[in-house]
């Protein structure tokens, strides 16, 4: 069983540039409807919003993980080759 506090599927891609019309236009082309993104409050994420999709950010700022109620896992990241 799935919680629903974990998302179900995670896309990461490129996007042409940290504009709100390149965000809006990846929004319109991969997002099913009624999806509910989540961003880290940059500006440009207000495309999400101008395509019509429900959309939260969650400010991080120089916070750890461990700091923030809405991360309950850690972080991963993997490097390039």
């Known amino acids: 069983m799935i919680s629903k506090a974990r998302p179900l599927r995670v896309k ?3 996007v042409a540039a940290f504009t ?3 965000i ?3 929004a319109q082309v991969n997002l099913l409807p009624g999806c509910d993104m989540r961003s880290d409050g940059l500006n440009c994420f207000a495309g999400i919003i101008d395509a019509n999709y429900a959309h939260a950010d969650i ?3 120089s916070c750890k993980p461990r700091d923030m109620p ?3 896992t850690p972080c991963r ?3 390039r080759p």
Do not use: E, L, Y
Request: charge should be positive; aromatic fraction near 0%; proline fraction near 6%.
């Open 24 to 26: 809006k236009h990846r």
């Open 70 to 72: 809405q991360v309950s």
């Open 12 to 14: 990461v891609s490129p």
């Open 59 to 61: 400010v991080v700022g």
């Open 77 to 79: 990241t993997a490097a």
């Open 20 to 22: 709100i019309d390149a």
